[in-house]
């Protein structure tokens, strides 16, 4: 199975008979399965498509350390072998009515997803062959070996690159000994124990329905919806507790400077930042576009590209997770003016606290996210991929109504207040992978 | 599964856009594009698509790295930055502040073939996107001083995505080999030495050598209605004079030499793992209705490579474990000569050498026997759903148009093309297996890892800042 990292007969067009989505009213349904697994659907027949979520919170916060990359392995393990079918046999039936199977992981969600045509005879066998593996995963032994070796030669090609040794490098100063610090893929002495068992007990104990959200979208009927909740989430194991992850606490400031023979450096700074549920969200989230996130109408792009042409990508961002994820800056510029690129950034967060943002870039700020609101959900995709976040986090079916009004809400002291508060520029960790060596 | 096609590669303006590259295998027999040519020159394509109230613009210009010439490599993509830097009626970096600040989004594109600007929008800001596309067009100001600015961001991004990625840099060293004479054998961002010489002169002749409206088709899909859409057009774009321009059937054909034996090479960077890459010269499309050819090396790719029980991944990474990864690549569109690709990373503990003996193997024992009917259906069915998975987005559907009629097809072509594809015999993909996939034609890179040192972290420092 493909994992995506979440930061991803030809039919007659009736054209013009589609319903719009309007702001407010993503017509959202959401029940209960028997099983216990919280669905959320919207209706759309306006493609012939139909793509499914399963969401657990079984991501790489849920792995202890002595056995981290479990609860990847267990992940990437589901479609190798599941309710009597070969890896096999499971690929090519998947291909036969040309339906694609995906997933994808972080570190609060594991996830696996279906997108196939709508038709009967297509659908049901893409989703028989689904149902299966979400509930029938068989984890065979040659599968792990094999998965195991090929995890592990990536992770050793990973380790040579400067971006890669920076982020990881990055998570553990801000996350330290938090389940948020570990390597999402695990590392190759605790992979090498992984054993068959240790995925069957994380399936038992993470897989279970009351920990599942089911996100439904496109071309079936609220009944066929249900229908097909109830086939993908009865047989799930029962029971199970809720993972929950400790609070993030505050991690030891300071600048780690590794040598590295890449041409560039790249360079991290991070703090924790936003918990999905969290009150200062919209305040970040919009001040944050001003700072970093809103590319070439950002500060740091101005700054560091714009006026100096130090860097091709410079931006920052918020990742909310359940607990606070990160806030983080990422640039990559020449060796040698690395320092005059770390010192410049530092600067322009460092005046974005103090002062905040003027009323002009607060209003180019909402102009862009309130008036882009509709490209956010322009195709199935993106309305499932909402789904699974309102799902997963429980957030209210008016979310992106809200989303829409509150981000208009905010005003230039909000702010100033929420970063003062929440994003010390003097207590930033930081990393420069690729750093000049000094004598 | 998969239906990229992978070395292909394009260029944009700003990382965060992920370039997803359309093939093809996934065009979708059109119901409603409309066709509209301004007396300039400049044609329009419009497709409707009513799902949202947004649309998406492109403007395609019909020039690429493959119009370059040596000592200026890199300039076309140099412009695309310049692009942004201001006109005579807005000043530099306004472009992409006004559109993010109607809630758009703004990006452009440098490939080999062809260079492409978009907006993506609420569809009540259709005109303000089409007005300051149609600006930059005629009205763009070059200076030196911006020029020196950009050209080091263009500097960072050649050593960001190529000189510091091991992949990248055995794909671009391996069609230089691979192409002798052919222009393709350049990269597209351009030689380094290329760009630390470049001159603000180079770019502007760029720009009035091949923007105009003559060279460039415009391309809209989404909530709009096509008589609009033309008169907008018709009144930013329709007062910009054509220019002398060769057209794409008229420019020099630049044939690549014909290759007389098997090429190798070998490149070192540090990495820990070895990586192949094979390449076999092939033809591309040229008329979508008489060609098969093409229609049969795609469909090759899809036996070969087209799910996770296709022959490579079947063979060598789960049955014979020896690669960790593989791949097979093939564009089947370009103005230029085609290539088809095969690439792995061998499991830890085998070598590059081996990898391509059981690549060889493979493909021995693919023209021995042939392909299976079963095989050929499961790659139709993908063809036919991943046609139309694409219709979710606006995107997609606006680059396949783009694509076809910058390499010198007609978004015509598409319904024809999808029916060439589930046309295609197994004894057609046979056949193209037996004269393509040669050794007189074959060009093998590999990737000699070279280990990193242990080093050890630089004494940290706190850093304050007041």
């Known amino acids: ?439 | 599964m998969k239906f990229n096609s992978g070395p292909t590669f394009y260029i944009c303006r700003l990382p965060a856009f992920m370039f997803m590259l359309v093939s093809l295998i996934s065009f979708e027999v059109f119901a409603n594009p409309h066709e509209y040519m301004l007396a300039n020159g400049l044609k329009i394509v419009v497709k409707e698509d009513h799902r949202s109230p947004v649309v998406i613009s492109q403007i395609w210009y019909k020039v690429g790295s493959i119009d370059e010439l040596n000592g200026t490599t890199g300039v076309a993509h140099v412009l695309e930055h310049m692009m942004f830097k201001g006109t005579k009626n807005i000043s530099s970096g306004e472009f992409s502040k006004k559109i993010a600040a109607v809630g758009g989004r703004d990006n452009a594109f440098t490939s080999r073939d062809y260079t492409g600007y978009f907006q993506q929008l609420h569809k009540s800001k259709l005109a303000l996107a089409m007005k300051l596309e149609a600006d930059r067009m005629r009205n763009l100001i070059l200076t030196e001083e911006e020029f020196a600015k950009e050209i080091k961001v263009v500097m960072e991004e050649r050593r960001l995505r190529t000189d510091d990625q091991p992949h990248a840099l055995v794909y671009e060293k391996m069609m230089s080999v691979a192409y002798q004479s052919h222009p393709y054998r350049r990269p597209i961002i351009g030689w380094m030495n290329d760009l630390e010489n470049m001159t603000v002169g180079d770019a502007q002749e760029w720009y009035d050598r091949w923007y105009a409206p003559n060279n460039a088709v415009l391309v809209l899909v989404g909530d709009v209605d096509p008589k609009e859409v033309y008169s907008l057009a018709q009144k930013y774009y329709g007062e910009i004079e054509s220019r002398p321009i060769a057209s794409l059937a008229v420019r020099k054909p630049q044939t690549e030499v014909t290759q007389a034996g098997i090429k190798r090479l070998q490149i070192k960077a540090p990495a820990q793992m070895p990586y192949l890459v094979m390449g076999y010269h092939a033809p591309v499309l040229h008329d979508a209705s008489a060609d098969w050819e093409p229609y049969a090396l795609q469909m090759l790719v899809g036996v070969l490579d087209g799910n996770g029980s296709a022959r490579l991944n079947k063979e060598l990474v789960r049955n014979q474990q020896i690669a960790s990864s593989i791949n097979a690549d093939y564009d089947s569109t370009g103005r230029g000569p085609g290539m088809f690709f095969l690439s792995g990373t061998p499991s830890e503990g085998r070598s590059a050498a081996e990898l391509e003996s059981a690549l060889r193997i493979e493909i021995e024992r693919l023209i021995d026997a042939g392909v299976t009917e079963k095989e050929l259906r499961r790659v139709r069915a993908q063809v036919v759903s991943s046609h139309v998975f694409q219709l979710d987005s606006m995107f997609y559907q606006a680059m396949q148009i783009g694509q076809l009629e910058s390499v010198g097809l007609s978004y015509r072509d598409l319904d024809t093309i999808i029916k060439k594809l589930q046309a295609v015999t197994a004894e057609q993909v046979r056949e193209v297996a037996i004269k393509y996939l040669i050794d007189d034609s074959l060009t093998v890179a590999v990737l000699d890892p070279q280990p990193l040192e242990q080093r050890s972290v630089i004494p940290s420092s706190i850093r304050l800042r007041h």
Not at chain 1, 147 to 176: D, F, H, Q
Not at chain 1, 228 to 237: H, M, Q
Not at chain 1, 379 to 402: C, Q, R, W
């Open chain 1, 1 to 439: 199975m493909v994992l995506l990292q979440s930061i991803g007969c030809f039919l007659a067009l009736f054209f013009g008979i589609y319903s719009q989505w309007t702001l407010a009213a993503l017509p959202i349904q959401h029940w209960q399965a028997s099983s216990g697994a919280q669905v959320y659907f919207v209706e759309s027949h306006g493609l012939p498509i139909l793509d499914i979520s399963v969401d657990f919170s079984a991501g790489s916060s849920a792995d202890i350390p002595e056995k981290s990359g479990c609860a990847s392995l267990t992940l990437q393990l589901l479609d190798l072998g599941a309710g009597g079918l070969s890896e096999d046999k499971i690929s090519k039936s998947l291909a036969d009515v040309g339906a694609q199977l995906s997933a994808r992981f972080d570190r609060d969600r594991a996830g696996v997803l279906l997108r196939t045509l709508s038709n009967k005879n297509e659908r049901n066998k893409a989703l028989d062959i689904f149902s299966k593996v979400i509930q029938y995963p068989e984890f065979p032994e040659n599968a792990l070996k094999r998965e195991k070796a090929r995890v592990i030669s990536g992770l050793k090609e990973a380790k040579t690159k400067p971006g890669y040794i920076a982020r990881r490098t990055l998570n553990n100063m801000l996350y330290g000994i938090h389940p948020y610090g570990l390597r999402s893929s695990g590392e190759v002495d605790t992979l090498n124990e992984l054993q068959r068992n240790d995925l069957v007990d994380f399936y038992q104990a993470n897989y279970s329905a009351v920990n599942s959200v089911i996100s439904i979208m496109g071309d079936v009927s609220r009944s066929e919806a249900a229908a097909i909740a109830e086939a993908l989430s009865k047989n799930l194991p029962q029971g199970g507790t809720l993972n929950i992850s400790p609070p993030v606490t505050e991690p030891v400031s300071g600048t780690k400077r590794i040598v590295h023979p890449a041409t560039q450096s790249h360079i991290l700074l991070a703090y924790p930042g936003l918990k999905r549920n969290d009150p200062d969200y919209y305040p970040l989230l919009v001040g944050n576009y001003i700072l970093g996130g809103g590319g070439f109408a950002s500060r740091l792009m101005e700054e560091i590209r714009q006026k100096r042409g130090l860097a091709y990508s410079v931006y920052s961002g918020f990742y909310p997770l359940k607990q606070a994820g990160p806030f983080q800056i990422s640039l990559q510029t020449k060796k040698e003016q690395s320092e005059e690129a770390l010192m410049i950034t530092q600067k322009v967060l460092s005046d974005f606290v103090a002062e905040g943002p003027t009323e002009k870039e607060l209003a180019a700020a909402k102009g862009n996210i309130v008036g882009g609101f509709p490209l956010r959900i322009d195709s199935n995709k993106k309305i499932m991929e909402y789904l699974a976040v309102i799902g997963f986090y429980n957030l209210p079916l008016t979310y992106l109504g809200d989303y829409v009004s509150a981000v208009d809400n905010v005003t230039v002291a909000q702010i100033k207040d929420a970063f003062q508060r929440r994003i010390p520029p003097e207590r930033m960790v930081a990393v420069v992978v690729g750093a000049i060596e000094k004598e």
